[in-house]
């Protein structure tokens, strides 16, 4: 088999993620090393085998990887074809030193549902303009961690707040054009940002982020029939860019928003 070679990083501008690694290795083996930010794996395609403080691991089906700080570790393929995996890398902001400890006991974590979350992250960092909805998913995967690796001193479910809910919503609406990161409106609000989410989506049913490109795209969708071309829209709404609107747009109407300003004589507007 002739060795291949993948790979993709960026720092995306997310407070809290150092860096965004996706690779696929058929051969490549990493010696031992150390990261001074958490490690957080998922492994798409085959198996990865591992060291860690002289104990061997593995990442088989969904296990989500957390290899912590300042502790040596190395990687190689656990099958033929080698492995396709997404990495996150965490600062210290995200889980202080206090969790290391459990990390290195317990770093492969069979839990579905933080799978599926890490990968919804990974493609809200891959998506310019997609900042709160990662900033979101970050808090939720951050508080999920943190009750895998120290479960009888996890934060207990609060109760969801209705006029904390209402706060956001009115933040989120006085900030349309311009939006508002997570972490500001939890110190404009005097929450933390995990509880804010948690009540915003449990009085309204839809998360932060979600309302806010839905109002977003309803101002787009009046504007376009209004005969503004696309690009003027985008910037016009609070986009990242023209291809950003594109995308959330034909996710929610079903099509782009140059075929539906070219519609605007029919009924499209439902």
Known sequence: MVARQEVSAWRPRVPGVVEVFH??????????????????????????????NRREHGTPGDTVSLLPPQVPHNGSPATPHGFRKRVLYLDLTQLDESFIGAAVDGPDLIDPLLRR????????????GG???????LTLI????????????????????PGLAHGLRELLDARLLHGVTLDEAARLLHA?????????SGEFGI???????????????????????????????????????????????????GRFARQRGDDTTS
């Open 23 to 52: 690779a696929h290795f058929t051969a490549h083996a990493y010696p031992m090393h150390v990261h001074d930010v958490w490690t957080l794996l998922i492994v798409d395609d085959g198996a990865v085998r591992y060291d860690l």
């Open 207 to 257: 998360a932060p982020h979600q309302y806010l490109t839905a109002r977003r795209l309803d101002r787009a969708r009046r504007l376009l029939l209004d005969g503004l071309p696309p690009g003027e829209v985008a910037a016009a709404t609070g986009f990242y860019d023209q291809s950003h609107l594109n995308r959330s747009f034909k996710r929610l109407v079903g099509t782009t928003p």
């Open 142 to 161: 951050r508080e999920r961690l943190r009750t895998h690796l120290r479960p009888r001193s996890a934060d207990r479910e609060r109760p969801t707040a």
């Open 117 to 128: 979350r890490v990968g919804q992250l990974h493609t809200a960092l891959a998506d310019r």
């Open 192 to 200: 933390h940002p995990t509880h804010l989410v948690r009540a915003f």
């Open 131 to 137: 900042e709160l909805e990662a900033q979101s998913r």
